[in-house]
Nanobody, 115 residues
Framework: QVQLVESGGGLVQAGGSLRLSCVASGSIFSIYVMGWYRQAPGKQRELVASVVPSAHITNYADSVKGRFTISRDSAKNTVYLQMNSLKPEDTAVYYC????????WGKGTLVTVSS
């Protein structure tokens, strides 16, 4: 059974930083892409950052370029999202996603950025 568990969310002031972690348990084969999505109140879920491990390619939403960094630790089965210079507009529930033969999702972690 595959599980993705996010952590690291919380309340932070504008300009602050947070690091989100997503720990995967269980066996996931043929991973095509790993990423972080977010969903703000009243809005659609959107891609924040992704990485294609086989091609060493990262992708970021324009709104977070230069501020967020996605990274992986294969030994710990963990993907991270380092978020710097946070803005109130970044407030959302952040979800970990792994695209493989089956698409896996975490339950989300709430990030609240106060102004």
């Amino acid at each position: 059974q595959v599980q993705l568990v996010e952590s690291g969310g919380g309340l932070v002031q504008a300009g602050g930083s947070l690091r989100l972690s997503c720990v995967a348990s269980g066996s996931i084969f043929s991973i095509y892409v790993m990423g972080w999505y977010r969903q703000a109140p009243g809005k659609q879920r959107e891609l924040v950052a992704s990485v294609v491990p086989s091609a060493h390619i990262t992708n970021y939403a324009d709104s977070v370029k230069g501020r967020f960094t996605i990274s992986r630790d294969s030994a710990k089965n963990t993907v991270y999202l380092q978020m710097n210079s946070l803005k109130p507009e970044d407030t959302a529930v952040y979800y970990c996603n792994v695209g493989a033969v089956v698409n896996y999702w975490g339950k989300g972690t709430l990030v609240t950025v106060s102004s």
